[in-house]
């Protein structure tokens, strides 16, 4: 205190408190509330509305297709509306517990009237026992694992651009590669790809043209809206095809 007086500071009042003295702590609304809240959680744990568990709401609302429903809601046939994606494939056993770092990136396939040919590059696949190149074949999937040093290297295809005749399908071992025969079950009908993206995308897009937001678009509008969707070869050539159609309006 004599250091404060010192200095010229005057004391204008003192506080004493005992350190034994314990304030009682004040009760605001938020812990009231919370408390209140716990307690109403403690007797039930669910969240409920009309007396129903709040979940079967949200599992309702997730099989919901909403551009079926807004089409059904503006006169259009709901059927018209294309569906997101097909069910994924079911493989069975073999597809359970495969490492996502063996999956097997690099691949080529081809065509004909008949067969979709899928040519998988593989070192010393055909040194391998025959029981460790396995295939399963579905209607709209198939599935390829290499066991090789007790490691399982895989390829798989879960929605295949269209339906393949299962029991005529096969596999061929050559000395450095694994060949996979999908007969087609619609011969001469063309995929666009192996899986059936292309062809959800373009039935998407049609959709989109003639009752969706592409409705009414102009050729710049549905070039620059692929554009977005594609690829980067595909890129390349919707960029010229904009650049000659700028010109044109230009000129």
């Not at 097997?104 to 070192?123: C, E, G, L, T």
């Not at 549905?222 to 690829?231: P, Q, T």
């Amino acid at each position: 205190e004599s250091v404060f007086e010192g200095a010229g500071w005057r004391a204008k009042h003192r506080v004493w408190s005992s350190p034994e003295e314990e304030l009682p702590q004040k009760k605001g609304r938020t812990s009231a509330a919370a408390s209140s809240s716990s307690a109403g959680v403690s007797s039930d744990p669910q969240l409920r509305r009309d007396g129903k568990d709040v979940n079967t709401y949200y599992q309702a609302w997730d099989k919901v297709n909403v551009d079926k429903t807004l089409a059904a809601e503006e006169g259009v046939d709901p059927t018209a509306v294309p569906d997101d994606q097909r069910p994924l494939v079911n493989f069975g056993e073999l597809d359970v517990g495969l490492d996502v770092s063996r999956r097997i990136s690099r691949f080529a396939w081809d065509q004909s009237d008949k067969f979709v040919s899928i040519y998988v590059p593989f070192d010393g696949a055909g040194q391998l026992p025959e029981e460790s190149v396995q295939v399963v074949f579905r209607e709209l999937g198939v599935l390829l694992v290499i066991i090789k040093d007790g490691k399982r290297h895989w390829y798989k295809v879960s929605n295949l651009c269209h339906e393949i005749d299962v029991g005529a399908s096969k596999r061929t071992i050559k000395a450095d590669q694994v060949v996979v025969k999908l007969k087609k079950a619609s011969p001469a009908v063309n995929w666009s790809d192996l899986n059936d993206e292309k062809d959800r995308y373009q039935k998407k897009r049609e959709y989109r043209i003639q009752h969706g937001d592409l409705k009414g678009a102009t050729t710049e509008e549905l070039l620059a809206d692929m554009y977005k969707n594609a690829n980067d070869e595909d890129r390349a050539g919707l960029r010229d095809a904009m650049r000659v159609n700028r010109e044109k309006r230009e000129a």
